[in-house]
């Protein structure tokens, strides 16, 4: 039986949602998707973790995720029922430059689902045992994580490309330390100076055939209230170092590497999401091919660049197998020399795989309100998806090969890496590379 | 379908004359199809002296076949704009990729060449074996509570036990495996009547039955193999400690539950929504909140198609109480639970709950191609799909009670999993 070709369609183009504004100043993005009967929503509030008394820090995670567990009107978790019984299920992130507080529901409750929504950001109680009982969770949350080696060399990595005195560099929800300081009355203040609702946006996406939007949309009409928005500047360079943290019982290195980039707006952006798929990304990936497939070394490698606020990072990385780490990682490090340019079927395929799938990853409502709150956070509108696929069409894969060259040095490569140091420092340091010991 | 009682996919089902079963969802508004094979073939048919194979093996269907190289599986599929992927649980091994209409014929092409032949080397063999390790690694081995899993399930079943062992396996296990196992697996298991496969897409059940007879129809037909029986393990509910370097005492107890097709199965599922799930349920409001005995409650169940499945509760105490104080707690709002049963109210949230996960599972045609095998395989039925919604919503108050009268207020094996500097 011979093998059959592929006949490839048309061209797919992300949804436009329908823009307003409401009284109190907050943007709403509605996406009307017949026939997708679950809705999602999300609340983009663009505020930033700078905004964090040091001393508190993880005051944001700690004010979003006690947030519904009791409002003005309907205290003592009894919010939590009401939107239980609508079918609803909320959700949340309190990140660096953004935080999201979503949910899905059932489409035709949509109307009930609002006006619970808006309590929990309107009116949320605060309850004092609620305040500490979240602080406790935090605490046991960096307690989880500082056990899990994966989190120990994606923090390590953070601290370096951006440094402790960078509030990025830090732990997002917050240490123990900054958590226990939390007060209620820090959580209260909190969300009076940063749940805005003048900056906020509201993405909702569903089938919204014969909901009155504007009857949904009346409890958050008066949301009002602004200066939540963060600094729009870039990260500062820091040199490159490699970093290895000794977990003396990991049975493997865990390795994280990279370094902040160009971001989504710059020319080279699409040639660099092209180029990062073939290097790292695709299951066929080189890095993938040779350090998974042909040596056995890991379950996988994995990365690419992911857009910021303003500028990007490339990253790549994966958990090895001890005796070869040093390994590894050399021939990672190698890999990103890109000693052979990238060839026209490499990108090809890369073109083929990031469009193609582009369909698949916008399958539901909730992939679609994820998507364009993405783009609402930083201030970009949905129709950058659109342009982003057809300016992914274009490069050449020469222009694929500079574009990597020019944004990724490997010298100015980051690397991260938690594992036991007894074994692994020896073996990077006759590898060549000469880690910075972290205990 | 805003009412999950009348949920209604078109199911067309058919069976290839060398017995492979085929069952096509036409959604001519999706924007890919799904193309779902269940091989009825897990853990559980392992020799418990040669555990993690199914698994092992798994990795090797990516390995090549007669006319497709090592890792061009996967790699065709993603240039083409699709994804794919594969698991192995205890019950069976499911290979999937989702793919643009254009390159169906392609995908179903690709899933014949490698149930009519194998083409490992010995160079293959040893790397995947090598990266099913690290797998095992990554996953459990490098991850705090990673032996958790396996300890649980050797509170209910013996180690010679179909159920006694993991999918993962045993690192001995995978580095005793030969090639000349590998092509025993392959020939015991990979036969076109031990297969389903489920098409969900823009795709008519013409059209999708023709394809599937061009390429898996030319598989040769082989006898349906036969599974080990299975008996009840009976093990006694039996309390061990241990200890790990763990950031916190948990406390897991856990009930032998029934099958996964039993008809108990889904009031208990909602049964552990009302108690465990999440900041209102009565665990957290009365062990968590009113009493302060711990920070946090959950509950799992880990279903078997064969025999018992395991059903378990987890708390974390609260610091200075042990996790020998905190299990009284839990059993008393069970016993309580199994006299008065649930409220109205919170027997709605609960339905309502399980019905919006329900449909979002079925929102994407990979997940509901995925379902449909699972129903397939666990009810012999690929509709119960278009009918659980309505079982849901047939359940009372009663039925609930009466699942936790039965099946959680016997005496639990306790599992004390502590940090390894604390006594009790």
Known sequence: MTRPTVSHSGAWHFPEPQVSTLAGGMQVWAFDLPGQHIAAMEVILPTSLTAEPREVEGVATVALHCADEGTLSHPDGRISELLELQGAALHGSASQSQTRLGGDAPAHRLPAVMELLAEVILEPGFALGDVEHHVEMQMAAFDSRVASPGWVAKQALRQVLFGDDAREGRPAAGTPQTLGAVTRDDVVAWHASQWVGADATLVVAGDLTGLDMQAALAPLEGWTGTGALPSLASAAGRPAQIVLVDMPDAVQATIHAGCLTVGRRHPDWAALKLAGHAICGAFASRLNLDLRERRGYTYGVGGGFTARRTDGQFFVGGSFRVDVAADALRRLLDGLQLAEPFTAEEVEDAKRYLVGVAPLANETASDIARQASVLAAVGEHSSFVNEHFAALELPTAGQVSAAFRTHVHPDAVSVAISGPALTLAPAMRAAGLDPVIVT | ?424
Not at chain 2, 10 to 23: I, K, M, S
């Open chain 2, 1 to 424: 379908m805003t009412d999950g009682t009348r949920l209604d996919y078109e199911l067309a089902e058919t069976t290839l004359d060398n017995g492979l079963r085929v069952c096509v969802q036409p959604d001519p508004v999706a924007p890919a199809v799904a193309i779902n094979i269940w091989y009825e073939v897990g853990s559980y048919d392992e020799d418990p002296s040669r555990t993690g194979f199914a698994h092992l093996f798994e990795h090797l269907m990516f390995q090549g076949s007669r006319n497709v190289a090592s890792g061009e599986h996967m790699a065709l599929v993603e240039a083409n704009g699709g994804s794919v992927n594969a698991t192995t649980s205890t019950d069976r091994t499911n290979y999937f990729e989702t793919v643009p209409r254009g390159a169906l014929d392609l995908a179903l092409w690709l899933e014949a060449d490698r149930m009519s032949s194998l083409a490992i080397t010995e160079a293959n063999f040893a790397a995947q074996r090598e990266v099913v390790k690290e797998e095992k690694r990554q996953r459990y081995d490098n991850q705090p509570y990673g032996n958790l899993l396996e300890l649980l399930v050797a509170q209910h079943f013996p180690g010679d036990h179909p159920y006694g062992h993991l999918p993962i396996g045993s690192m001995q296990h995978l580095d005793d495996a030969t090639l000349d196992d590998v092509q025993q697996f392959f020939s015991d298991w990979y036969r076109p009547s031990n297969a389903r496969l489920v098409l969900c897409g823009p795709v008519t059940p013409e059209e999708a039955f023709e394809l599937a007879d061009k390429h898996l129809g030319q598989v040769p037909a082989l006898d349906r193999p036969t599974h080990t029986a299975s008996s009840e393990p009976s093990l006694p509910a039996r309390n061990i400690t241990t200890h790990g370097a763990v950031p916190h005492p948990l406390v897991y107890l856990s009930w032998p539950t029934p099958p996964a097709a039993h008809d108990d199965h889904l009031p208990l599922d909602i049964a552990l929504s009302i108690l465990a799930d999440g900041h209102t349920s009565r665990l957290h409001k009365s062990v968590v909140r009113s009493q302060r005995l711990a920070q946090e409650v959950h509950a799992a169940s880990l279903p078997h198609l064969r025999s018992t499945s395991i059903t378990t509760l987890m708390a974390r105490p609260t610091e200075g109480i042990t996790t020998q104080t905190t299990p009284d707690a839990l059993r008393e709002e069970l016993h309580r639970f199994a006299e008065d049963g649930p409220t109205g109210e919170e027997l709605a949230r609960a339905v309502a709950q399980y019905e919006r996960d329900w449909l979002l599972q079925l929102a994407t045609v990979e997940g509901r191609a995925d379902l449909i095998n699972d129903a397939w395989l666990t009810y012999n039925t690929p509709t119960h799909v278009n009918t659980h919604a309505a079982e849901l919503a047939a359940l009372n108050e009663d039925a609930i009670r009466d699942a936790v009268r039965h099946h959680l207020v016997a005496e639990p094996s306790h599992l004390h999993y502590l940090p390894s500097e604390v006594s009790s």
